[in-house]
């Protein structure tokens, strides 16, 4: 069973940074070969793609979030990593990790509030 726990979110000012952080374990859990990504879901909206790392090393983003959050991973933790900067309040949300695969597993989710 795959276990995906996300850290790092809390409440910043428009133009802060945040780096999320989602660290994997259990079964099958090796972020280095499977595809990882960043999801959010604002208030009233439905959620929605922020960003995806392949196990081949290809990251692909939103057209929000393009040139201002990274994804990364560092393999040794077994984590991914979502660094955000030049936030603004439209990036408000709770922010959940995926792990895609033949089962797909979602962590629970870590809150990001920008203040304008």
């Known amino acids: 069973q795959v276990q995906l726990v996300e850290s790092g979110g809390g409440l910043v000012q428009a133009g802060g940074s945040l780096r999320l952080s989602c660290a994997a374990s259990?079964?099958?859990?090796?972020?280095?070969?499977?595809?990882m990504g960043w999801y959010r879901q604002a208030p009233g909206k439905q959620r929605e793609f922020v960003a995806t790392l392949t196990s081949g090393g290809i990251s692909s983003y939103a057209y929000s979030v393009k040139g201002r959050f990274t994804i990364s991973r560092d393999n040794a933790k077994n984590t991914v990593y979502l660094q955000m900067n030049s936030l603004k309040s439209e990036d408000t949300a709770v922010y959940y990790c995926?792990?895609?695969?033949?089962?797909?597993?979602w962590g629970q989710g870590t809150q990001v509030t920008v203040s304008s």
């Open positions: 259990g079964t099958g859990s090796t972020v280095s070969s499977k595809t």
């Open positions: 995926k792990m895609y695969g033949p089962w797909e597993y």
